[in-house]
Structures are given as structure tokens and as C-alpha cells.
């Protein structure tokens, strides 16, 4: 964090250099084109060169203003000040800088209204044209700023995908060898003429050859149907380990109609709820899903173990990764939210796919 405002204090006192420096060069030249063409002391002209620096300050100021913050008020009030410049002008050169002892006008020619007016239109004509260079340069450096802040996020984001690839991989290590070994296990209970054993096992095995195929695909978005394929295998093995089809109450509403979800999202959030909750037939797990055409929503729900409380308010790792393969899925809005009253969890997933 220092080192941020190191740098940042750095880069504007450099700004502010430049911008004394190109001050500087405009008051010369200005005296200087005063002496030579008009034959003008060059002191005297130095007020007056000072005076319209800032008048351009006042109006990049208004510029700026409006250009960050879109409150047409600024413009009201670059508006006024380009009217009200000549007014201004006439203010500073003969009441203003006469006060101070700096008389830029002959005594014995007289005030000529016109004539004062066209050069406060010319003079103003110099600093609109200013102006408009620096919007332009404004409007280029915020659009570069925000290709620069683009590309930061694209690379935070690709780093997030890179971790969560590489935690979601960290838990299936040696996945090869865990499938191998759950098929030799499912033929040897097969031969054996155990059910149980080889159609949980069969579940294992699906739920493996989905997780490593989207991990190794590297892809941010999967089909609702395959993943709901992979939920009806979860809720299967659950029913077959705890030997009671009523230990989980799954109902789905709607069709798939073309919505996608990040891989192992789903999975994900009834691991949470089996890791920290009850499920036996008094304690169920309840698992509602709705589909339509640009909606999707998931609502998981169990009775938690007093154990687990404090470990549910917390969160874990699993509900960080969901969210994190949600915020990489993309071109869709998301809402996770986890509910928790008296011994009952509930995490609620909404996806809206209307933008």
C-alpha cells in the first residue's frame, strides 16, 4: 500500500512539473510576442499572460468536472464564465491590475467598446481553442486508463481462474489413480454380487470423469442439463449411502433453456451442506431447482449440526470457490446467499441471464 502512494505522489508531482514548466514557456512567449509586436513592457505583460492561465484553469476545471462526474451544471457554468469573459477582462485590466500599479492602457486615447470587445473575442478565441486541446487530450487519457484498468482486471481475473483451477485440482490429486481404483473396486463388488458397493462406486466414478473433464478443459461455463445430470448422480449415491430415499427431497421445475452455470457449482454447495449438516430421515435434504428463460435458481436446505454452527456463519472454501467460478462464468448476474434460522441452513443460488 505505501509503495502505491509512493508511486502515485511521484507521478503527480511529475504532472505538476510539467505543468509549471509549460506555464512558464507561455508567459515568456507571451512577453516576448507583446515586446516584439506591440512594443509592450515585458513586466507588464506578465500579469496579464498570469490572468489568463487561470482564467484556463477555471474553464479546464469546469471541463474536467463535467467530463468525470456528468453534472450539467459544469457546463452551466463554463457557459457563464466564456459570456461573462469579456466583463471579467474589462474588470482586471482597469480596476483590478491599475490597483496594484499596472496600467496597460493609455491615459489620453479613450475607451473604445468595440474595439475592446474584439480583442477579448480574439483573446477568448486563443483559450477556447485551448481548451478544446486539452478535452481532447482528457478524453485520450481517461480512455487509456480505462484499456490500462481493462486489461489489470483481465489479468486478475485469468490469475483467479489459475488459482481456482489450482485448488479445485489440489482436491483431486491423483484423480487417474482414484479412478482406476474405484473401477477394479467395482468390478471385484460386482463378482462378488455386492449392489451397493458397485453402484455407489459407479457414482464415485462419474462424479470424478466429470470434475477432471472440466478441469482440464480449462472452461468457465457448463450446461444447466450436465450439471443437473451431475446433481441426480449426487443425490443418488447420497439416497443408496444412507440407504433411504427420503434422506434427500430433490424436485426441478421448468426446462433447460439454453442457461449455462460454472462447472461444479452445485456439486459444490450440497458437499457444503452434507460436510456440515444432518441428513438422516427426520433431517433431510431439501434440493429445489427452477428453470426459466433467463433464470435459474438452486435452493439447498438441511438442519445444521450444533458443531457446524459457527463453521457455517464463517463460510468455507467451497462457497468462496463457487463464487469465485461464478464471477469468471460471465455475461450473466448472480446472487448466493446463505440463510441460516434456528437449526436450519439454506444457501440460495439466483443466475439472471437478461443481460
Given at each position: 500500500?505505501?509503495?502505491?502512494?509512493?508511486?502515485?505522489?511521484?507521478?503527480?508531482?511529475?504532472?505538476?512539473?510539467?505543468?509549471?514548466?509549460?506555464?512558464?514557456?507561455?508567459?515568456?512567449?507571451?512577453?516576448?510576442?507583446?515586446?516584439?509586436?506591440?512594443?509592450?513592457?515585458?513586466?507588464?505583460?506578465?500579469?496579464?499572460?498570469?490572468?489568463?492561465?487561470?482564467?484556463?484553469?477555471?474553464?479546464?476545471?469546469?471541463?474536467?468536472?463535467?467530463?468525470?462526474?456528468?453534472?450539467?451544471?459544469?457546463?452551466?457554468?463554463?457557459?457563464?464564465?466564456?459570456?461573462?469573459?469579456?466583463?471579467?477582462?474589462?474588470?482586471?485590466?482597469?480596476?483590478?491590475?491599475?490597483?496594484?500599479?499596472?496600467?496597460?492602457?493609455k491615459a489620453d486615447i479613450p475607451f473604445r467598446p468595440v474595439e475592446f470587445l474584439s480583442k477579448s473575442i480574439s483573446t477568448l478565441s486563443t483559450l477556447l481553442l485551448a481548451l478544446?486541446?486539452?478535452?481532447?487530450?482528457?478524453?485520450?487519457?481517461?480512455?487509456?486508463?480505462?484499456?490500462?484498468?481493462?486489461?489489470?482486471?483481465?489479468?486478475?481475473?485469468?490469475?483467479?481462474?489459475?488459482?481456482?483451477?489450482?485448488?479445485?485440482?489440489?482436491?483431486?490429486?491423483?484423480?487417474?489413480?482414484?479412478?482406476?481404483?474405484?473401477?477394479?473396486?467395482?468390478?471385484?463388488?460386482?463378482?462378488?454380487?455386492?449392489?451397493?458397493?458397485?453402484?455407489?462406486?459407479?457414482?464415485?466414478?462419474?462424479?470424478?470423469?466429470?470434475?477432471?473433464?472440466?478441469?482440464?478443459?480449462?472452461?468457465?461455463?457448463?450446461?444447466?442439463?450436465?450439471?443437473?445430470?451431475?446433481?441426480?448422480?449426487?443425490?443418488?449415491?447420497?439416497?443408496?449411502?444412507?440407504?433411504?430415499?427420503?434422506?434427500?427431497?430433490?424436485?426441478?421445475?421448468?426446462?433447460?433453456?439454453?442457461?449455462?452455470?460454472?462447472?461444479?457449482?452445485?456439486?459444490?454447495?450440497?458437499?457444503?451442506?452434507?460436510?456440515?449438516?444432518?441428513?438422516?430421515?427426520?433431517?433431510?435434504?431439501?434440493?429445489?431447482?427452477?428453470?426459466?428463460?433467463?433464470?435459474?435458481?438452486?435452493?439447498?436446505?438441511?438442519?445444521?449440526?450444533?458443531?457446524?454452527?459457527?463453521?457455517?456463519?464463517?463460510?468455507?472454501?467451497?462457497?468462496?470457490?463457487?463464487?469465485?467460478?461464478?464471477?469468471?462464468?460471465?455475461?450473466?448476474?448472480?446472487?448466493?446467499?446463505?440463510?441460516?434460522?434456528?437449526?436450519?441452513?439454506?444457501?440460495?443460488?439466483?443466475?439472471?441471464?437478461?443481460?
Amino acid at each position: 500500500m505505501d509503495t502505491v502512494r509512493i508511486e502515485s505522489t511521484k507521478g503527480f508531482r511529475i504532472s505538476l512539473l510539467w505543468q509549471l514548466l509549460l506555464i512558464m514557456v507561455y508567459i515568456v512567449a507571451f512577453a516576448i510576442n507583446n515586446f516584439l509586436n506591440y512594443h509592450k513592457n515585458a513586466w507588464e505583460s506578465i500579469p496579464v499572460a498570469c490572468c489568463l492561465v487561470a482564467v484556463f484553469y477555471l474553464l479546464a476545471t469546469f471541463v474536467k468536472a463535467f467530463l468525470e462526474g456528468g453534472n450539467r451544471r459544469f457546463l452551466f457554468s463554463l457557459g457563464s464564465s466564456i459570456i461573462a469573459f469579456p466583463a471579467v477582462a474589462w474588470l482586471v485590466v482597469y480596476v483590478l491590475l491599475p490597483a496594484v500599479g499596472i496600467v496597460l492602457y493609455k491615459a489620453d486615447i479613450p475607451f473604445r467598446p468595440v474595439e475592446f470587445l474584439s480583442k477579448s473575442i480574439s483573446t477568448l478565441s486563443t483559450l477556447l481553442l485551448a481548451l478544446v486541446i486539452y478535452t481532447f487530450a482528457l478524453l485520450y487519457v481517461r480512455k487509456v486508463k480505462k484499456i490500462l484498468l481493462l486489461e489489470k482486471r483481465i489479468r486478475q481475473k485469468a490469475e483467479e481462474l489459475n488459482q481456482l483451477k489450482s485448488k479445485v485440482l489440489h482436491s483431486f490429486l491423483q484423480s487417474h489413480f482414484f479412478r482406476n481404483s474405484l473401477h477394479s473396486i467395482s468390478s471385484r463388488a460386482v463378482v462378488a454380487n455386492e449392489p451397493f458397493i458397485s453402484t455407489l462406486l459407479n457414482h464415485l466414478h462419474f462424479a470424478l470423469d466429470y470434475s477432471c473433464y472440466y478441469l482440464k478443459s480449462g472452461a468457465t461455463r457448463v450446461s444447466i442439463e450436465r450439471e443437473l445430470h451431475f446433481v441426480k448422480h449426487m443425490v443418488s449415491s447420497i439416497r443408496l449411502y444412507y440407504d433411504d430415499p427420503d434422506t434427500v427431497v430433490y424436485s426441478e421445475r421448468g426446462e433447460p433453456a439454453g442457461q449455462y452455470i460454472a462447472p461444479l457449482s452445485l456439486p459444490t454447495l450440497i458437499e457444503n451442506i452434507l460436510t456440515h449438516g444432518l441428513v438422516n430421515r427426520t433431517h433431510p435434504i431439501y434440493i429445489e431447482c427452477i428453470m426459466e428463460e433467463n433464470l435459474f435458481a438452486f435452493a439447498c436446505t438441511n438442519s445444521v449440526a450444533r458443531e457446524h454452527k459457527k463453521q457455517h456463519r464463517q463460510g468455507g472454501d467451497g462457497l468462496h470457490m463457487v463464487e469465485q467460478g461464478l464471477e469468471l462464468m460471465g455475461a450473466a448476474r448472480y446472487s448466493l446467499q446463505c440463510t441460516e434460522m434456528g437449526d436450519t441452513f439454506t444457501v440460495r443460488l439466483t443466475i439472471n441471464y437478461d443481460e
